[in-house]
């Protein structure tokens, strides 16, 4: 089973009912709460082969995403937190919007919370054939991000070990190395797994997909 990273908190809207407008949490709380300073002061070059990424949404799975209405308000401005359709929200610190101690507003309803969940995948190459190391290099990246995000929490936080590449439809991998050809072929969910090894790293051998994979996942297992 594949197993999503890392932190979930729950916060609570406070305020009144229905669909009025209020104030939910400041958006240096938000940031410090989900540790986006963190992951984003990581050097690029520490950081480049991840796709780091908040799943923000109700609580309640009789709600939807659009219920919550986040929206950053800041100097007589208001910006709508970003979110994709699947609640995934991609955004670096925003420096003004700490430095003026924006409010994030919500029209969701009282007493109900919202779950943001921080999410680490592989970041896939473009095309069909890359560098060994430009795909699975990203597991000892992640690693290493984890552990310094975590901080003193880091002897909690779990150790990634593979990446899950899943695609549309059946799919053939190939790693052309010095030693052999070696193909690995989709299992039933259309997914190929590998785990990262030592010697290809080093000899970075190119690897060949018969079709572009929809995501990375960086997998537990």
């Known amino acids: 089973m594949m197993k999503k990273l890392l932190l ?18 400041t958006y240096k709380k938000f940031v410090e709460s989900t540790r ?4 984003y002061a990581l050097p690029q070059s520490e950081r480049d082969k991840l796709d780091f990424y908040l799943t923000v949404k109700p609580s309640n799975k009789a709600l939807k995403a659009s219920d919550m209405n986040l929206t950053v308000v800041h100097a007589g401005t208001r ?15 925003n420096a003004q919007w700490l430095a003026a101690d924006a409010m994030i507003m919500t029209t969701q309803a009282k007493g109900e919370k919202i779950s943001m969940a921080y999410n680490l995948d592989a970041v896939v190459p473009e095309g069909t054939e890359w560098p060994y190391a430009k795909l699975m290099s990203s597991v000892p990246q992640a690693n290493a991000a984890i552990g310094k995000v975590a901080g003193a929490f880091s002897m909690f936080a779990p150790t990634i070990k593979s990446v899950a590449l899943s695609f549309d439809k059946p799919a053939q991998l190939t790693i052309q190395s010095r ?8 299992d039933a969910k259309n997914t190929i797994r ?12 190119l690897i060949v ?3 572009r994979p929809l995501r990375a996942d960086l997998d537990t297992e």
């Open 79 to 93: 910006t709508a937190l970003p979110l994709d359709d699947k609640a995934h929200l991609r955004m670096a610190p």
């Open 8 to 25: 979930i908190t729950l916060l609570a809207c406070a305020g009144i009912a229905h669909a009025e407008e209020r104030e939910w949490i």
């Open 179 to 186: 030693s052999g050809t070696k193909q690995f072929l989709s």
């Open 36 to 39: 986006l300073d963190r992951y």
């Open 194 to 205: 590998l785990t990262p090894d030592a010697t290809l790293l080093k000899e970075n051998p």
């Open 209 to 211: 997909v018969t079709a």
